[in-house]
């Protein structure tokens, strides 16, 4: 549901939330069924989109800067842990392409915005 034509809220502005919430949708379609493997994914994925709500109400640039850089890491976690479970057989293989492609997309965006300017 993207609500950034009504919100009010910082987040729901930014188009890295939504590509960030596709991303997480993916991770949970590759259906990892390795427990650990599954919980660590969809974590990071959740907290990559946790961690770009809250660099979108920080002020300062470089606070923003700093934030959006953890949610980058996040992110990177969470294609790994997705990737490898589904390389191990622990998921689906179908679901790769599309978790490589959103995570590819939201890797990209939050590049930009980890640089304080």
């Given at each position: 549901m993207n609500t950034s034509t009504t919100s009010l809220l910082p987040h729901h502005r930014l188009r890295v939330y939504w590509v960030a919430i596709e991303f997480l949708r993916a991770v949970r379609a590759a259906k990892i069924t390795d427990r650990e493997m599954r919980d660590q994914a969809i974590s990071a994925a959740k907290s990559?989109?946790?961690?770009?709500?809250?660099?979108?109400?920080?002020?300062?640039?470089?606070?923003?800067?700093?934030?959006?850089?953890?949610?980058?890491?996040?992110?990177?976690?969470?294609?790994?842990?997705?990737?490898?479970?589904?390389?191990?057989?622990?998921?689906?293989?179908?679901?790769?392409?599309?978790?490589?492609?959103?995570?590819?997309?939201?890797?990209?965006m939050l590049s930009g915005l980890c640089r304080a300017r």
């Open positions: 990559a989109c946790r961690n770009i709500a809250e660099a979108a109400g920080r002020v300062s640039r470089a606070d923003k800067a700093r934030v959006f850089g953890i949610a980058r890491g996040e992110a990177v976690e969470a294609i790994a842990t997705a990737e490898i479970a589904i390389e191990a057989g622990d998921g689906a293989p179908e679901a790769l392409a599309n978790v490589l492609d959103r995570g590819n997309a939201l890797y990209a």
